[in-house]
């Protein structure tokens, strides 16, 4: 694989695609959409594996869908190269059938102390017969969230890490921080029984902040997230 880098496949691909008149992209960040659905909404890698793997499956009872697939950088500003390879990065997925997406780590300068984060990508484009005429070919785009997980934090510790968020109110805001080299995505956050809006994900060793809900007395806090596997954490009870 001397010379062949996550960069060198898409651009390759891209090139191949290049052949259809006209292609509109729709973008969805996680699980399903159309046809073809993914098995998880998360990738956890962990450096000591060889691989991190997902499957995909194509569930229209009769139409193929060509699959591509990539891990680009989870900030659109981020502009360094991915140190992910993604197989096979192009495929024909038969109708009700699936595949393996292999994520394989092709070395790179991570932080040993903290996690690390990046999108993978799974395109779907529908099959069309052959035609003279130009066809609007409407493509579905999953992407769901790749952590990498450095040898040196354990999965014990990534189990307890939203345990560690610590809350405080800052006026009309509340302040999140999160002490642990771990990324927290929470999946629910309430004061005094009202739901803080637009809770997403706290990255490790940062803090974050969010506008309080109206009638919020800021008494007790209660919190969810996301574990590795997709499920829901119990939820964890605190006073303000």
């Known amino acids: 694989m001397a010379g062949l880098t996550a960069k060198n496949i898409k651009d390759a691909i891209i090139m191949k695609l290049s052949k259809y008149s006209l292609l509109a992209i729709v973008f969805f960040s ?80 991570l932080p040993q102390h903290k996690e690390s984060i990046y999108w993978l990508s799974v395109r779907s484009i529908p099959s069309t017969k052959k035609s003279k005429e130009n066809k609007l070919l409407i493509t579905v785009q999953n992407k769901i969230k790749l952590f990498y997980r450095p040898k040196t934090l354990s999965r014990d510790e990534a189990i307890d890490a939203y345990k560690k968020i610590h809350f405080s109110l800052k006026g009309k805001t509340l302040e999140a921080k999160n002490p642990s080299p771990f990324y927290v995505s929470f999946y629910s956050v309430s004061i005094d029984g009202k739901e803080v809006k637009e809770v997403d994900m706290i990255a490790p060793q940062s803090t974050k902040k969010w506008l309080l809900p109206q009638e919020a007395h800021g008494k007790e806090i209660k919190w969810q997230a996301i574990n590795d596997y997709g499920g829901v954490t119990r939820a964890i009870s605190a006073p303000l």
Do not use: M
């Open 30 to 109: 996680c699980g399903a959409s159309a046809s073809v659905t993914l098995a998880g909404t998360r990738i956890v890698y962990e450096e000591d594996k060889k691989e991190a793997n997902i499957s995909v499956t194509n569930q229209d009872h009769n139409s193929p869908v060509l699959i591509q697939t990539w891990v680009e950088s989870f900030s659109p500003e981020d502009k360094k190269e991915v140190p992910f390879v993604v197989t096979p990065p192009l495929f024909r997925l038969e109708p009700e059938q699936d595949n393996i997406i292999r994520v394989i780590y092709s070395g790179g300068n």
